[in-house]
């Protein structure tokens, strides 16, 4: 695939980001009521994520009928040249009212990821990245942190039920005995982001969907910022481990992270 179609496909994947980011908000303001339904201890499902599911999943096979497409709700198989979409990262945030959660459309051509894009429906900031050719919001160019001490690092530590409470509790005391701030705002796509643009200094997780974090780890990467091998062995469906950070406290994070 050249230089012309991952363009494309990247100014088409910006478009519908924010036309997917204005159904949801709609939903969040209520001007379309909704009810939630439970899919495991604190995980949600809207009639939100499913109507902006499929709205992404019928712009995406309109414009590239030939491409595959992976998504939260819809499942999906794995192609050669793959979409991988979440219509609503942070929807415990989305039901309780909570600004904080996001649009993540990612592209992946071969194995690699060449295209991640965040929208923020509620502050209208758009994230976006192409493989080679740096992360952006509207025009500025993002810079992932400066940071170079964990001690005045500010640390995002994702948790959801699925993850031994023990370990993710024993890993919250060592970031908090190196001196980091540690919080979880609950959308794991969208704090990717914020690391790409310098907000949080890291972001890190046990687990992570590939609809919840190819956005977001191609923000890192093209904003400066360092990962984690992702995905683990088990291949893209089963996801794997998130270490996202900038460069000055990349290895001292992982190794706190990896630490057992």
């Not at 088990?234 to 630490?259: K, N, W």
Request: proline residues 5%; negative net charge.
């Amino acid at each position: 695939m050249n230089a012309a179609d991952i363009a494309e496909r990247a100014k088409f994947a910006q478009r519908i980001a924010r036309e997917a980011g204005a159904l949801a908000l709609r939903y969040f303001r209520r001007e379309i009521d909704f009810a939630a339904e439970s899919k495991g201890p604190q995980d949600f499902v809207t009639a939100a994520d499913h109507a902006v599911e499929a709205l992404l999943r019928e712009r995406l096979q309109g414009a590239f009928p030939d491409d595959a497409i992976l998504g939260e709700e819809g499942g999906g198989e794995l192609g050669r040249n793959l979409w991988v979409i979440d219509p609503i990262d942070g929807t415990l945030n989305f039901v309780h009212g909570v600004r904080y959660w996001c649009v993540s459309i990612a592209f992946i051509a071969t194995g690699e990821r060449r295209i991640g894009v965040v929208y923020d429906p509620s502050q209208d900031e758009l994230f976006w990245a192409t493989r080679g050719s740096g992360a952006w919001s509207d025009a500025t160019r993002l810079q992932a942190a400066p940071r170079d001490r964990l001690d005045h690092a500010l640390v995002g530590a994702g948790y959801v039920p699925r993850h031994p409470l023990d370990e993710h509790l024993a890993l919250k005391r060592r970031l908090h005995e190196a001196g980091a701030a540690v919080k979880d705002m609950g959308a794991g796509a969208l704090m990717l982001a914020h690391v790409a643009v310098g907000r949080f200094d890291a972001f890190l997780e046990p687990h992570m969907h590939p609809w919840d974090a190819s956005a977001g780890l191609l923000l890192v990467e093209e904003a400066g910022g360092r990962i984690h091998p992702y995905p683990g062995p088990g291949g893209l469906l089963a996801g794997g481990a998130v270490i996202a950070a900038a460069p000055g406290i990349f290895d001292a994070l992982q190794g706190i992270a990896l630490a057992r």
